[in-house]
């Protein structure tokens, strides 16, 4: 099959990512010795399959063949029980056996949700975890194998870290990867839905405060809030689309899952301490809406950086990979590049947050001023409440812009920084020969 039609590859060796190959470049770099059946090929740099899935090159695994050729029509439908599996744990690959065998093998930690399966049914290996019905109990454990975590005294670290560890892992158990991506999708539309309804209990609180107090100033006030408030809807929800993709579009590689786990505990003890502060001071507070204010964004603070800290464990949605033989410049890349990511994905929560206590604060100040006779005694509460509102509607469409911006911004000095890292360590790994490179990181022919 030519090049023009058959899709080009990414490679990655020794944790460094080239290409992308067109088949003929792959036959050369195979026939010079450059692409072994221990390195990694990817057509989208997210999901990576042994060197040894492309059969015009290395030919069909042995296993996969036997399979194939003893298969029967009922082993090729889309029962995973009625089929024999084959499973690849680093360099080994096992099988045939069962579904039950393999996942019993899946639920003692054997095999984890990284590892490759296959069966005479898929065209290609795919990973343990993408497969239903297979159960992975300790996401902890399996991170730790992944980054081959060896170091001595890694168990007495574990030991002295006992509460905290204990508490990711329950995080980690609960909450699956599949569901993050639609609970955030969901979460979009609902913070969508409620700026639209901020939008309407805006305009209807300063048509009728403008109405009762005959002030033409407050309705002109009312309207270019209104405008604003659809200016941020339509900014947010677009800068969250847009960072999500980004986010897919960048892997990063670490050596370990520690970075991941110390972002969480930082974030869960940030918000901890925020949400007690901001009740102490809201406690000691004599006005009652300045009281209410310290509440409301202690509780908002509580919520967004918890529930950051949880997703974020699920390594699979901020798009990081365990590599064990990653350097420390590129890693040093990674965890700056995971920082980016991670002020994306806490936007997301700050948009649907704030966009749900613009609707409620607008909301209480419309049922004041409607159905209270002496609503002019509320006053103040009212302007308060609009304010909050306000600034509630503001934080919710200004936050994923910033964030999307810094993480543009960001990424242009971390492309920078990669590109003066790459060229020494491609020299280093070949002996000092160089090597001609297109834009992208693809092999000059």
Sequence with gaps: MSDSISPKHFVRINGKILGPFGQD??????????LHPDHEVSIDRRTWLPATSLVDLFGEPAGAKQSTSSATSTESTS?????????????????????????RLASQGKINHRDLVWHSGLDEWIPAGDQPGLIFPSRTASNRRNSGSTIHGGNQTQFQTFLWDMILELLRENFAPRQLQRFVQSLTSVGGFCLTLSMFLGLVLSVTLAIKLDSVQIMFTGLG?????????????????????????????MSSAAPVNMASVILLATGILLFTSSIYRGIYETQFDVKVLHFIVGCQFLFVLMTAASFLLQMSWMNVEIVADSRAGQEGLAILSFVLKLIVRISTFT???????????????????????????????????????????VASGAAPLFAYLLFVTGSIFLDVCQSLITPSANLASSGGHTQGMKSGGSYNE
């Design 25 to 34: 470049q792959l036959r050369s770099l195979k026939s010079r010795g450059r």
């Design 79 to 103: 029962d995973p029980i009625q089929v024999e599996w084959f499973y690849a744990v680093g360099d080994e690959q096992h099988g045939p056996i069962g579904f039950k065998e393999l996942r």
């Design 225 to 253: 809030m209104t405008l604003i408030a659809s200016v941020l809807k339509f900014v947010g929800i677009h800068s969250i689309h847009a960072g999500d993709s980004l986010i897919r579009s960048t892997p990063n590689q």
């Design 351 to 393: 948009f649907a947050v704030s966009s749900l206590l613009a609707a409620v604060s607008l909301g209480v100040a419309n049922i004041i001023v409607i159905f209270s006779e002496d609503y002019k005694d509320f006053l103040s509460n009212i302007y308060s409440l609009g304010y909050l509102g306000f600034i509630q509607t």
